[in-house]
């Protein structure tokens, strides 16, 4: 069992490898004939690609700096190195971004004389690239939610690079020049929508903020609702990476003599299989108890 799971972990760490190279080939190839030609479509598309290397990095980074076991002076481990990673990248990014959008503006006013076919099949070029890249990640996009995001960010490129052969197309055919900065305004506005939700979530999750995906009042509702729970206080949800959910609390029993290791059984599978938290600290209170002294309880 064990040497199967290694396996699927060095599957999954040479997968993003091979991924990440595909896209720097991408970047470069589409970066380079980008600014010979003078298309800030495919500079953009470029900037996008490498925003996707980033994200795989982080998560080739993430699998392997999370495997580090917790020490005396990192008891929760190594987890939410991820988050920073995420933040500081997308911070970086939003200047670049800031930047193409400002050039594909002034393009828009005094459009560029850009050859559509060359665009074109630079543009080819890049969606088969960003094709095989998404297909290899889709493989293994199935073990958690890090791999997932990657894999996403790979299928959203293939898309852009679609979008740039349409415009490179409409160049050829039409001769709308302006087509091209206007594309690269659109792909812009999509990156910075994606970053500002990156940094959000990251900015949560140092906060150490309840998860996206969990509600707040509906766990502290379902852990009343359990037969033996008469109380429910200090409760704290929070997540230390993407596997791992995490959550506190003070519960007071409605009996004077509680089965702790029962109730306690019974709060754990409720929280793992409703909302996915897989490590909790409670502390189980008799009904007699009283909490008055918890000045930090919420």
């Not at 503006?105 to 080819?124: C, E, N, S």
Request: glycine share 4%.
């Amino acid at each position: 069992m064990s040497h199967h799971h290694n396996h699927n972990q060095q599957a999954t760490l040479a997968n993003l490898i091979i991924a990440m190279i595909i896209n720097g080939i991408i970047v470069f190839f589409e970066m380079a004939f980008g600014i010979i030609i003078g298309s800030m479509a495919l500079i953009s598309d470029a900037v996008h690609n490498l925003s996707d290397i980033a994200a795989m990095s982080f998560t080739y980074w993430a699998e392997k700096i999370s495997r580090r076991p917790a020490n005396e002076r990192k008891t929760y481990g190594y987890l939410k190195i991820e988050f920073i990673a995420a933040f500081v990248n997308s911070l970086v990014l939003s200047v670049v971004i800031a930047f193409v959008f400002w050039e594909s503006i002034q393009r828009l006013m005094t459009p560029a004389d850009i050859p559509g076919k060359t665009m074109f099949w630079v543009a080819v070029v890049a969606f088969t690239g960003n094709g095989a890249a998404t297909l290899l990640l889709k493989k293994i996009s199935g073990q958690n939610f890090n791999i997932k995001s990657a894999w996403l960010h790979s299928l959203q490129d293939a898309l852009f690079s679609l979008g740039v052969i349409i415009g490179a197309l409409m160049i050829t055919v039409f001769g709308w020049r302006f087509i091209d900065p206007l594309i690269s305004i659109f792909i812009c506005m999509f990156i910075a929508v994606e970053i500002f939700r990156i940094i959000r979530h990251t900015v949560n999750a140092l906060l150490d903020a309840v998860p996206a995906d969990v509600n707040f009042n509906e766990v502290k509702n379902d852990l009343l609702a359990l037969p033996s729970v008469a109380e429910v206080n200090d409760l704290h949800i929070w997540q230390t990476g993407t596997r791992q959910k995490l959550l506190s609390a003070h519960l007071i029993s409605v009996d004077d003599s509680p089965n702790h290791e029962e109730i306690i059984q019974a709060v754990q599978e409720m929280l793992m299989r409703k909302y996915g938290i897989n490590h909790t600290t409670i502390q189980l209170l008799p009904s007699s108890a009283e909490v008055s002294h918890c000045h930090h309880c919420n």
